[in-house]
């Protein structure tokens, strides 16, 4: 299949890898490109240095991190050269990713700038304000175009779901309602393209939903274990086999941390 590429402005563009669907975003300005996230393979990693070589001319001068975990951060090997920014506890994030293959161990590097508070970026006619955005994990950055009219919102939401394998479920709310006010139409996540920002109160209504049934089911396995994706989803919204995936880890995240097991 390759590499799936959108044209989402005359100097951007939107790129989706094969592995685990993960977004690469290019700012063009003049033969120089600004990237934020880098893709979850090395195959894929390489396909896109070798697309922006052939078909923008270009190369990749510096490469923004959203978060640490390596489904993200193939890129950094395959453009060593490029200036790598990302939060503060960059490399603690990645230190505490559970599920990766020996390849993605690989893909760290140590970022050139590390960010703990709000920082402008300016490339070409874009201004990007990159602002820490704790929940998902400790180390998230998300970054906010306004002339796009689009946030970067990282792994907060993950579909119309959330994650909470990594953080508590009320941080992972805040950090999705501070999303929410920055009044975007569009997010690019770090799967899946650009979607519209209403997947983030779906996420929000996904955790409500999924400590409600949690509680009702009272903590028992295999009551926990049937909780459906789709009960936990606001009417009207289809889950998908991606999000299915990370609504069965977070049942067993429930499980194992006793989440909202009070009652």
Known sequence: MGLKTLRWAPDVWVVRGEAYDSNATLFLREGEVLMVDAL????????????????????VRRVVCTHGFSDHLAGLRVFPEA?????????ETFRQER????????????????????????????????????????????????ALDVLFSADIA????????????ADLDASLARA???GRTWVIQGHGGVVSASTLASARHYLRALEAAVREARGVPERVRAIALGGCLPEGVE???????????????????RLWSEG
Request: net charge negative; aromatic share 14%.
């Open 40 to 59: 979850g393979s090395r195959a894929d990693a390489e396909a896109l240095r070798a697309w922006i070589a052939g078909e923008l001319r270009a190369r």
């Open 83 to 91: 200036e790598a920014w990302a939060h503060a506890r960059f490399e």
């Open 99 to 146: 599920f990766r293959s020996d390849e993605e161990a690989g893909f760290f590097r140590a970022p050139n700038r590390c960010l703990d508070a709000v920082e402008f970026l300016e490339w070409g006619r874009y201004m990007l304000e990159l602002f820490p955005n704790p929940g998902h994990t400790p180390g998230t950055l998300n970054v906010d175009v306004p």
């Open 158 to 169: 993950v579909g119309n779901m959330a994650y909470v394998a990594y953080g508590e479920p």
């Open 180 to 182: 929410q006010a920055r």
């Open 239 to 257: 889950g998908s086999d991606f999000e299915a995936f990370f609504h069965g880890r977070n049942l067993e995240e429930v499980l194992s941390r």
